[in-house]
């Protein structure tokens, strides 16, 4: 259950992703409260779907971690979840995503 606000809260925003991949993609997190919130929110057909560096890891973790998931399972849709940090530590992974396009999506919370 997610809260209810009147702003668009982070359970909401996993929420919808569930409602879109119904619950198909693999969802890859970077570093940060996003990483704990769609943990707790992202729903999972299979597994080997969610990828997260357990808190063990660094911002910039997601962006080049899904790309990396999108060559491991082509047939799935993969979802970055960044924040503004780590999304800056690896801005030019993007250069890397519009060369090869590999089946990966980003969001920035």
């Known amino acids: 259950m997610n809260p209810d606000t ?3 809260t982070m359970g909401e925003v996993i929420t919808a ?3 879109l ?4 993609a693999v969802i890859v997190t970077d570093v940060g ?3 704990m919130v769609a943990c707790r929110y ?3 057909n299979s597994s080997k779907s969610n990828i997260t560096s357990g808190g063990l890891g660094t911002m910039g973790f997601a962006l080049p971690a899904a790309i990396g998931a ?7 849709t993969v979802i970055a979840i960044i924040g503004d940090g ?3 530590m690896t801005i ?3 250069g890397t995503i519009m060369q090869f396009k590999p089946n990966c999506k980003d969001h920035y919370p």
């Open 92 to 94: 030019q992974e993007l």
């Open 42 to 44: 992202a729903e999972y």
């Open 17 to 19: 992703i569930n409602e």
């Open 70 to 76: 999108s060559y491991g399972a082509p047939d799935r």
């Open 6 to 8: 009147e702003v668009l």
């Open 33 to 35: 409260q996003h990483q």
């Open 21 to 24: 991949t119904k619950g198909d």
């Open 86 to 88: 780590g999304i800056q």
